[in-house]
């Protein structure tokens, strides 16, 4: 058996059509978008291509996009852009417990700037409740920043009843939808949100590549400062054959992103019902039943270390759960606000199926993940 690969919400793989567009930026249009030549219109028209295929994707218009270099530069922007507006920097920010660090991060370091956050818990499911966020606002509350789904568990949140909670008292909404997007449909209006962050990397686009979504109206500092391109709100010369595969892979999700979530539901379920069948009550999930991303299934192996099983199988790509240093568990942000135990989190393995996904590998995951659970305990 090849390698399987069952990692990709760390990662995906280019998808070929994404690769395909690329090829060419790559060689003969190698112009500078802000030039006026040939070769620069040229390269200008399929960055405006892609910007128009990234907002028709969430819904939104064409100069709504600003391409960045990945997630954690969108979610950096929109967190800094708002608090930096303000001369110092101040203001209240919200987040919650279970976002990625390159959210917790930029909010951690605002703190040292002066502003004050809040970070507020989820349920046992890894459910931010709306409730929690409206008794966190106050008058000076500047951002509320939920992620769009989890990333280890593949909650996904309420983000349109919290923005309705949000604008009711004029309160900008953020959402980091980078392990959504090329899952779910995800459309900007329906929402609510007046800022949303992509990645490249996680919608089988390239890494190094992404966009934040800034609603009109809402006005952002710069992050980095130049020659004013992406609306004044990005400097640097544009990626363009990085911006072509963004625009690529938001025309396939566009597309396919129903009948991919309807695939990869079966090939998590197939997986989760094998281990069940061979585990029995022995076995726990992460996450609620339902809403859910279709491809993620969060498992806890009991009475084994979810590092060990997975060096017992080099074959299978996946994630663990929790860092164990000489004898201590480190959870995770996410685990730890599940309330999961560090004796439960220490058999916690990712398993995140994509679209290029075969029955075939599900099932010759699931008896390795038995057979090297049942040799270890």
């Known amino acids: 058996m090849r390698t399987v690969y069952l990692d990709y919400n760390a990662t995906t793989p280019l998808a070929p059509a994404v690769q395909e567009a690329m090829l060419p930026f790559l060689a003969e249009h190698y112009g500078n978008p802000s030039s006026t030549h040939t070769l620069g219109r040229a390269c200008h028209e399929a960055v405006e291509d892609a910007r128009t295929r990234v907002a028709w994707m969430l819904g939104a218009a064409p100069d709504e ?4 270099s990945g997630g954690t530069e969108s979610n950096n922007l929109a967190l800094k852009g708002l608090a930096f507006r ?5 203001g209240h920010i919200i987040i919650s417990a279970i976002e990625h660090p390159a959210i917790s991060e930029p909010a951690r370091f605002l703190e040292t700037c002066g502003l004050d956050v809040t970070v507020i818990g989820c349920d046992a499911e890894g459910v931010v409740r709306p409730d929690d966020v409206a008794a966190a606002l106050r008058d000076d509350t500047i951002l509320v920043s939920v992620m769009l789904a989890n990333n280890e568990i593949g909650s996904i949140q309420p983000i349109r009843r919290i923005a309705d909670v949000c604008r009711a008292r004029n309160v900008p909404v953020h959402t980091d939808a980078a392990q959504a997007i090329g899952k779910l449909p995800v459309n900007v209006d329906e929402l609510g949100v007046d800022l949303l962050s992509i990645a490249g990397h996680k919608m089988y686009a390239p890494k190094g590549i992404g966009a934040l979504y800034v609603r009109q109206g809402v006005a952002l500092e710069p992050v980095l400062h130049g020659a004013g391109h992406e609306g004044g709100l990005r400097a640097g010369t544009e990626n363009v054959a990085q911006i072509v595969g963004l625009g690529q892979a938001a025309a396939l999700a566009s597309e396919h992103a129903a009948q991919a979530a ?3 539901a079966a090939m998590r379920d197939r997986l989760s019902n094998h281990l069940r069948e061979s585990m029995g009550d022995r076995v726990s999930f992460n996450g609620p039943l339902d809403a859910r991303l279709p491809n993620t299934l969060s498992v806890n192996l009991p009475e084994v270390t979810a590092g060990e099983v997975l060096r017992r199988i080099p074959e299978l790509c996946a994630s663990t759960g929790a ?7 480190q959870l995770s942000a996410t685990l730890a606000a599940l309330g999961l135990s560090p004796s439960v989190a220490r058999g916690t393995i990712r398993l995140s199926v994509g679209w290029y996904t075969s029955e075939e590998e599900i ?3 699931a008896g390795a993940l038995i057979a090297a659970w049942e040799n270890l305990r």
């Open 65 to 68: 996009i600003v391409f960045t």
């Open 323 to 329: 860092a164990c240093h000489s004898g201590s568990t």
């Open 363 to 365: 099932d010759w995951a």
């Open 262 to 264: 309807a695939r990869m």
């Open 86 to 90: 303000r001369r110092p920097p101040s």
